[in-house]
């Protein structure tokens, strides 16, 4: 069982950055793919980017892309998101989650991650 904590949301202007942490307790997190999504009020939940147990490769949803970065130190338990230029369409409360099975590859559907943190708000505003 693996607990994890989000952290690093916000309120932020558009083109800002914000830097959001999933910290791991628990147990370690360093060989599994790890994913964060997000979910806006009145939507379903959605892939943003997910990274493997390694770090060896990412992923992202096409609407981030080139904005977002994702990145994890197995040291510290800890995975990042790192947000630029953000816009309104961002705004969204971001869940850090983990697949439950050892070494396999990214996944961008939440029903394959197994442990999710209970979500930090995010809001850019105009």
């Known amino acids: 069982q693996v607990h994890l904590v989000e952290s690093g949301g916000g309120l932020v202007q558009a083109g800002g950055s914000l830097r959001l942490a999933c910290a791991a307790s628990?147990?370690?997190?360093?060989?599994?793919?790890m994913g964060w999504f997000r979910q806006a009020p009145g939507k379903e939940r959605e892939f943003v980017a997910a990274i493997a147990w390694n770090g060896g490769s990412t992923d992202f949803a096409q609407a981030v892309k080139g904005r977002f970065t994702i990145s994890r130190d197995n040291v510290k338990n800890t995975v990042y998101l790192q947000m630029n230029s953000l816009n309104l369409e961002d705004t969204a409360v971001y869940y850090c989650a983990s697949r439950s099975l050892r070494y396999y590859d990214t996944t961008t559907d939440p029903i394959d991650y197994a442990y999710w943190g209970q979500g930090t708000q995010v809001t850019v505003s105009a």
């Open positions: 628990g147990r370690t997190i360093s060989r599994y793919a």
